[in-house]
C-alpha cells in the first residue's frame, strides 16, 4: 500500500493560515486523499477528500499537486480550537480501510 | 444529531479479567469499523463490518480478541482474557457506505489493564 510521509509538528499564530504538506510519491490512480485530525482525548474527525482536482468545504481546502504526488491540507484562519493532530491517508477509491501514519501536530500560538 | 457513542469512556481492570467494550454507530449507517491506539503503533484497524456481517478482522490481534454485532445499532468488541499489553484507547466508527465516506468516529474507550 502506498504511504504518506508529513512533518511531525508544526507551528502556526491563530487567525493565520496553516498550510500543512503531504508526500505520497508512490499514490496510484485509484488512490483518494484523505485528511483526519484528532483534537486531545477525541476520536479522529474527517476534514476533506479529493482524487485530482482541489477542493474545499466549511473547515478546511485541499491543494493536489499536478502529478498527485503531494498535497496541501489549508487551514485559511487557524483558531485555538484546530491545535490537533492531521493526518493524511491514502485510501482505495473502492475502499475504506484507512490507514493511519504518524500525522502533524499542530501547535496554534495566541 | 447523535455521535457514535461508545461505552464505558475509561476502563481499568485486572490482567486476567473479561473486558467488553460497547459501540453504537450513527443510526443509518451500514459499516462500523473497531481501532486502536497506542502511543507505539498508532491508529489501527481492528475488524470491520458490513450490515453487522464481519467483512475483515485481519486486525486482530489474536484469538483473544473478538467482536460481534448482533444488530444494526449494537456492536461489542470482547477482550478474554485481558493483559497488561491490551491497554489502549480503542475507537469506534461507523460510516454510510464504503466508497471512499467519511467514517464518524466514537470518542473512544481508554482501557487499563493492571
Known amino acids: 500500500d502506498a504511504k504518506t510521509t508529513q512533518p511531525n509538528s508544526m507551528e502556526s499564530n491563530e487567525e493565520e493560515p496553516v498550510h500543512l504538506p503531504c508526500n505520497h510519491s508512490?499514490?496510484?490512480?485509484?488512490?483518494?486523499i484523505h485528511w483526519y485530525r484528532q483534537l486531545p482525548s477525541q476520536g479522529p474527525e474527517y476534514v476533506i477528500h479529493?482524487?485530482?482536482s482541489n477542493v474545499n468545504n466549511r473547515m478546511a481546502s485541499l491543494a493536489i499537486a499536478e502529478d498527485r504526488k503531494s498535497s496541501t491540507l489549508i487551514l485559511h484562519r487557524a483558531t485555538l480550537r484546530d491545535a490537533a493532530v492531521y493526518y493524511c491517508?491514502?485510501?482505495?477509491?473502492?475502499?475504506?480501510?484507512?490507514?493511519f501514519g504518524g500525522g502533524t501536530r499542530v501547535l496554534v500560538k495566541p | 444529531d447523535a455521535g457514535v457513542i461508545q461505552s464505558p469512556r475509561h476502563e481499568v481492570t485486572e490482567m486476567g479479567q473479561e473486558v467488553t467494550l460497547r459501540c453504537k454507530p450513527i443510526?443509518?449507517?451500514?459499516?462500523l469499523f473497531w481501532y486502536r491506539q497506542t502511543m507505539m503503533r498508532g491508529l489501527e484497524l481492528l475488524i470491520y463490518?458490513?450490515?453487522?456481517?464481519?467483512?475483515?478482522d485481519s486486525g486482530m490481534p489474536e484469538d483473544r480478541f473478538s467482536a460481534k454485532m448482533p444488530n444494526a445499532s449494537f456492536s461489542t468488541l470482547k477482550i478474554q482474557p485481558s493483559e497488561p499489553r491490551d491497554s489502549a484507547v480503542y475507537f469506534c466508527?461507523?460510516?454510510?457506505?464504503?466508497?471512499?465516506?467519511?467514517?464518524?468516529f466514537g470518542d473512544g474507550t481508554r482501557l487499563s489493564i493492571l
Open positions: 479529493g482524487l485530482t
Open positions: 463490518f458490513n450490515n453487522n456481517v464481519p467483512i475483515d
Open positions: 491517508i491514502l485510501n482505495k477509491a473502492a475502499g475504506n480501510k484507512l490507514t
Open positions: 508512490t499514490i496510484s490512480g485509484t488512490d483518494y
Open positions: 466508527a461507523s460510516s454510510v457506505g464504503f466508497r471512499n465516506q467519511p467514517q464518524h
Open positions: 443510526s443509518g449507517h451500514d459499516y
